[in-house]
């Protein structure tokens, strides 16, 4: 049966969308999980994308890919009864929102979520509203399946705003939010280079083994709670 997991938050240009990408590429390529992704934010980006990359590929490559499910919020229930018990882990990109019809009774379906926040005042604010929002009208219900939600430093950066996130870090933790020690450094590579759902990330890199470590602590979390 598979661990359903969300990236997501309700901040537009988080990073969610990117960051599952990478790390639902990852896992698959590398760690030979069975993964599935279904693509539920209205942009459909990474069903997009995906058809942008099997342009190059051979048939007998496109055999190799994680499948991408593009469907509509309505959709996600019924898919997700057929699919659960062939995979490992699936991902669910969402709206950018909670106030999307029918979201509710998909975010009861997940079992971990996970919130991208980068340290501006508004997008911190956005982040935590969220969290507490889900906290309160889902994970308290005795009829969800969210074991837990966790959040987590996008786009972090030792050279600037050093003070704030450390000060951020301490008050997160002081007020009982499940921060990640591991970071997603800020770096324009990403999107531009690395935001696939055909290669993955390079391995023994500076610059993407932040990626790793937070895909290492990603299944601990989920480990945890099986």
Sequence with gaps: MANIISIT????GAGKTTI???????IHNYLNFKVA???ADFQKSLSFLRKIEEKNLSDEKKKDLYPIYSVDMNEVTSLLSKIKKEYDLIFIDLPGS???EGIGEVLSQINHIFTPIY??????????AFINA???KFIKSELTQTKSIHSFFNRYSTHKNKF???????????NNYNLMNSKIFESVVFDRDFRSTVSALPVNN?????FFDFVKELLKVIKSYN
């Design 37 to 39: 992704v279904v693509d």
């Design 9 to 12: 938050t309700q901040k537009g």
């Design 206 to 210: 500076e610059t993407t083994e932040h």
């Design 164 to 174: 704030y996130f450390t000060k951020l870090e301490q008050t997160l933790k002081e």
């Design 134 to 136: 889900i906290e309160n």
């Design 119 to 128: 340290p501006d005042n508004i997008n911190v604010r956005s982040a935590l």
């Design 20 to 26: 599952t990408a990478i790390v639902s590429t990852i």
């Design 98 to 100: 909670i106030e999307v």
